[in-house]
T-cell receptor, first 112, second 115 residues
Framework: LAKTTQPISMDSYEGQEVNITCSHN???????ITWYQQFPSQGPRFIIQ???TKVTNEVASLFIPADRKSSTLSLPRVSLSDTAVYYCLVGDMDFGNEKLTFGTGTRLTIIP | EPEVTQTPSHQVTQMGQEVILRCVPI?????FYWYRQILGQKVEFLVSFYNNEISEKSEIFDDQFSVERPDGSNFTLKIRSTKLEDSAMYFC?????????????FGSGTRLTVV
């Protein structure tokens, strides 16, 4: 299982774009990169998933360089409600039955 | 948007008592999971369930734990004889084969306090 490393915490002001980078040097060929968000006392919530290059959805973008050894979650124009812990996960998601291994995540605090 | 529903939201129980945590996964999902998160710690995998049997379980999921899908909609986690260290948030999750765009859907959790 590929180990992930991400910053423990980050602060940003409202309205800014926030980029959280995750390192996963030992990523395997079949592994996908997935990001989850967790608010206090709530379950994790799926944000975005990708394999390579760039993926964008209505809430975030995910940038993955060609070597796939890192990835960057980009949150455009953050608001106070984006204050949460963000987890980068790497694993083989192709079968729909992969257990998720969460690290300590990045605690993002949005400042007014 | 479909949700995973968990009940109760809070449960306080005495050490040694049995508890059953209940979950209603998303109706067309086929894979079901339990995770737990001790206060201030990581989210930890407990067990996955597919086709009416356990597909994988962690070291945490010892003989005190069991899961069941008693009917077509509920998925339960039973802790037979609770210990103080079982106090945690327990999250149920479900997924389908096509998780790529949607990931796994987690419930809001049950906060279990063992006293």
């Amino acid at each position: 299982l590929a180990k992930t490393t991400q910053p423990i915490s980050m602060d940003s002001y409202e309205g800014q774009e926030v980029n959280i980078t995750c390192s996963h040097n030992n990523i395997a060929t079949n592994d996908y990169i997935t990001w989850y968000q967790q608010f206090p006392s709530q379950g994790p919530r799926f944000i975005i998933q990708g394999y390579k290059t760039k993926v964008t959805n209505e809430v975030a973008s995910l940038f993955i360089p060609a070597d796939r050894k890192s990835s960057t979650l980009s949150l455009p124009r953050v608001s106070l409600s984006d204050t949460a812990v963000y987890y980068c996960l790497v694993g083989d998601m192709d079968f729909g039955n992969e257990k998720l291994t969460f690290g300590t995540g990045t605690r993002l605090t949005i400042i007014p | 948007e479909p949700e995973v529903t968990q009940t109760p939201s809070h449960q306080v129980t005495q050490m040694g008592q049995e508890v059953i945590l209940r979950c209603v996964p998303i109706s067309n999902h086929l894979y079901f999971y339990w995770y737990r998160q001790i206060l201030g710690q990581k989210v930890e995998f407990l067990v996955s369930f597919y086709n009416n049997e356990i597909s994988e379980k962690s070291e945490i999921f010892d003989d005190q734990f069991s899961v069941e899908r008693p009917d077509g909609s509920n998925f339960t986690l039973k802790i037979r004889s609770t210990k103080l260290e079982d106090s945690a948030m327990y999250f149920c999750a479900s997924s389908s084969k096509d998780t790529f765009d949607h990931g796994y859907t987690f419930g809001s959790g049950t906060r279990l306090t063992v006293v």
